[in-house]
């Protein structure tokens, strides 16, 4: 039985490997076989040196395109030639990003191996987007690669499957269930007490954004009704437009305080290429993404912050251990008004969702973990933002309310800084590297629980991850960049 699972592995294998063809069209001459090698190079030089950034699923036999969760799911949009254009265009923009950010994290050496060989003139951005333009408008021509792209354009899970064969996941699944439960009832029981009342370990310690004007829900609206006029309704908001909004949207980050592991701060590399927190500065790292809506894309506006560790209470605390972060995210409608809020913590652990006015959550159609909906938020007047209380040490979220007059309460304000600075940071020596390994996992910051919890299927339970690795359920599979994930958890009242 062994030899027979090992040989049907061994196929399995060669199988993948055929799989892999070069190009469709191999036999490219000019500019476009120049351009298309070049891609290649770049390909071949990020493996040798293990840097392809996992954010970006890279495509089979088109190196110049990318894809994500969302994007993988508009494929069935791209009915019309104006739509697969599109579509095309967004992936090549993702490649472009992640390959702008794999460069930089190249030793000096390899970057210039790769500008001797660059197939016209100009930077390596500029090449980027020459080269991928010409080679999509090759696919634009030929039936044969947008079937190819509609098949090839998926994101695996987050999930190892052997893992939950080796582990027993049903007997797993069960024990599992009662610990959820357990877990829900305690994270659920602070957002019954009021705020004023909350108990506390430390000094409550605010950080609030910068200030801005506030924008009125009218300009709101007709800022999103224009930026959707696009064939795959795709909302196209400019860099001021964005940072508006990331201003508009920002939460009040309140942290009971007991030491600088309850302090928010930016993120830097050592001498070692170990992460640090230099709590000096605090900041909140920020990007978008987009979700789908009952037939409708939907902007979502992401916030998250990093603190040096969660505090180990002793040899025996599972959970505790260097680095801990916080992710919050907010979903518009087309007009700009919240249909939801909610939250993980940077290993994809304690996910919660608060529905916002005229919607509540709903128990999951496909039967795995409940979630845990501790409230919803209502309107929020002009003038006002949301509040997120955080607990010393776990750093859970305890409640959601708004910024009232607070005097006993400290105050910093923090800084903005793009999430995708995270996948290139400086080191002392000059060089850049990821925050992330290629499976866009920390490794500084596991825990102990992953000899537990491995049963369930999550690559090292616990550890702080990438963007797109997100795995937010242990019974199930459930993704935090799901495009459909709300959809499928919220209802009308």
Not at 8 to 15: A, D, F, G, K, Y
Not at 113 to 135: A, M, T, Y
Not at 145 to 154: F, S
Not at 452 to 471: E, F, N, T
Request: hydrophobic residues 40%.
């Amino acid at each position: 039985m062994r030899y027979s699972t090992l040989a049907c592995c061994l196929v399995l294998l060669i199988q993948g490997c055929a799989a892999l063809k070069p190009y469709p069209d191999a036999s490219l001459s000019g500019e476009d076989g120049t351009c298309q090698r070049w891609f290649e190079n770049i390909e071949a030089t990020l493996n040798e040196y293990d840097l392809n950034d996992p954010e970006t699923v890279r495509i089979n036999g088109f190196p110049h395109l990318g894809v994500n969760r969302f994007l993988a799911s508009m494929g069935e949009w791209t009915t019309s030639n104006d739509a697969f254009a599109e579509w095309l265009e967004h992936m090549r923009q993702l490649d472009a990003t992640g390959k702008k950010l794999e460069f930089a994290n190249l030793p000096a050496s390899a970057r210039q191996q790769l500008f001797s060989k660059i197939p016209v003139e100009g930077s390596f951005e500029q090449v980027l987007e020459h080269c991928g333009k010409c080679l999509n408008q090759l696919s634009l021509n030929n039936p044969e690669h947008k079937k190819r792209l509609l098949e090839q354009a998926q994101v695996p899970d987050a999930y190892q499957s052997w893992k939950r064969v080796a582990g027993l996941y049903p007997l797993a699944r069960y024990a599992a269930s009662i610990a959820i439960e357990r877990l829900h009832r305690n994270l659920d029981a602070s957002f019954k007490i009021p705020l004023a009342t909350l108990p506390r370990q430390g000094e409550l310690i605010r950080n609030s954004p910068p200030h801005s004007n506030p924008l009125p829900s009218e300009h709101i609206a007709a800022m999103l009704s224009s930026a959707y006029d696009n064939p795959l309704g795709i909302p196209h908001l400019t860099f001021l437009q964005l940072q508006q909004l990331l201003e508009h949207f920002a939460p009040v980050w309140e942290i009971d305080t007991r030491n600088d592991t309850d302090k928010i701060g930016a993120v830097a590399l050592d001498s070692d290429q170990q992460p640090r927190i230099d709590t000096d500065q605090p900041t909140v790292y920020v990007a978008h993404s987009y979700a789908r809506w009952h037939g409708r894309v939907v902007l979502q506006l992401i916030y998250q912050i990093w603190l040096p560790a969660r505090e180990k209470t002793g040899m025996l605390d599972l959970y505790g251990g260097p680095l801990d972060s916080l992710i919050w995210r907010v979903t518009l409608d087309p007009e700009g008004v919240p249909i939801a809020f909610d939250s993980i913590h940077g290993c994809g652990c304690y996910y919660l969702l608060f529905p916002s006015r005229g919607y509540r959550a709903v128990a999951p159609k496909d039967g795995a973990e409940p979630v845990l909906s501790p409230k919803s938020i209502p309107t929020i007047s002009p003038g006002r933002r949301l509040l997120l209380r955080l607990q010393s040490r776990t750093h859970y979220l305890q409640q959601v309310s708004f910024v009232d007059d607070a005097s006993e309460v400290a105050t910093r304000n923090y800084l903005f800084d793009d999430v995708e600075q995270l996948r290139s940071l400086p080191m002392p020596n000059g060089s850049k590297r990821s925050l992330y390994n290629n499976a866009g996992i920390i490794d500084a910051s596991e825990r102990t629980e992953r000899f537990l919890l491995w049963p369930y299927g999550i690559a090292s339970p616990g550890a702080m991850r990438q963007w797109g690795a997100h795995a937010i359920a242990f019974i199930g599979r459930r993704h935090f960049d799901d495009p459909f994930l709300l959809e499928n958890l919220l209802d009308k009242r």
